[in-house]
């Protein structure tokens, strides 16, 4: 089978996806798979054993972007199956354009309270008129080449969250924790090109407590560099980001700080070694990029010890 399927834009969404890709791939172990969504999703499955082709969206780069998908519809071919895990408009216009037997949209859920792993498990049941089954785990693969384990343990420290300003923590914060951690585990920084300057101040902050034995990646690694990066980790402290469910796909022992947004819509899906800290607040979970009431309190009040007794259980 041909399949053509659009994937999630957020790096967090496209892993979400995937118990609900490797459905389809069980159902049907030949089926070769055309990825076209933004750069970062589509570069989380480079060594999918599925994966035909990955293709780019540059509609957006584009004066004129429906003209753009029409001529990239007409150019891609044939297909048996077509899905998008997205619901947005020029989803809808690009499939209306795509040649596909079966073609199938995805529509976001409105007043139903479940994980997205689920909602994206039920949209490929419904396409496929398949029977209603658990989701399985978060499935992502690496290259076949092994890299070599560390000697020492390593603690991945994750500041950054794409969505807003709201789901993140703070550096001195993260400084503290990664401090303590320190005297057992290398601590490795992520983040993003965007999410440089807050890595820095962690880094700042380690030094200021004479710590030295660290690496901050942020900005510095590639999509498949930092799911090698992660998946070889011992431990994992984050905000709910994207990589907190890297981290999950690959059973990586994990911190993940909540504020503003559901932990029952996006928490780490069956990571056994994961575990949530967060304050209960009258007005969280609010969903908001920024905070509407000035104080962030769903995360000022979290503070390092609460993160580091959650360690030493998991460690326990």
Known sequence: MKLFVELPTWMGDAVMATPALERIVT??????????????????????????????????????????????AKEAGRFDAALSFRSSFASRLLFWFLEAEKKCVYRKAKGIVEHQVVRYNRFVEKCFDWDSEEPGKLKLYLPEENAEKPDRKQAGINPGASYGSAKR??????????????????????????????????????????????????????????????????????????????????????????????ETETSQWKNDNGVIVKKEMACAPCMKRTCPLGHHECMTRIDANDVLEVVKGIRG
């Open 27 to 72: 159902a049907y172990p030949n089926v070769k798979i055309t990825l076209f969504g933004s750069y970062v999703a589509t570069q989380l499955f480079l060594s999918h054993p599925n994966v035909d082709s990955v293709i780019v969206d540059e509609s957006r780069k584009s004066k004129k972007r429906y003209l753009w998908l029409y001529h990239f």
């Open 169 to 262: 923590w703070y550096p001195e914060k993260f400084a503290q924790v990664a401090a303590a951690l320190s005297k057992e585990y290398d601590i490795v920084i992520f983040g993003g090109p965007g999410e440089a300057d807050i890595a820095a101040d962690i880094e700042a902050g380690l030094k200021q407590e004479s710590v030295h034995n660290y690496e901050n990646l942020a900005g510095k690694t590639s999509v498949p560099e930092l799911m090698k990066k992660i998946a070889s980790l011992d431990l994992f402290i984050t905000g709910d980001s994207g990589p907190m469910h890297v981290a999950a796909a690959f059973g990586v022992p994990t911190v993940a700080l909540f504020g503003p947004t559901k």
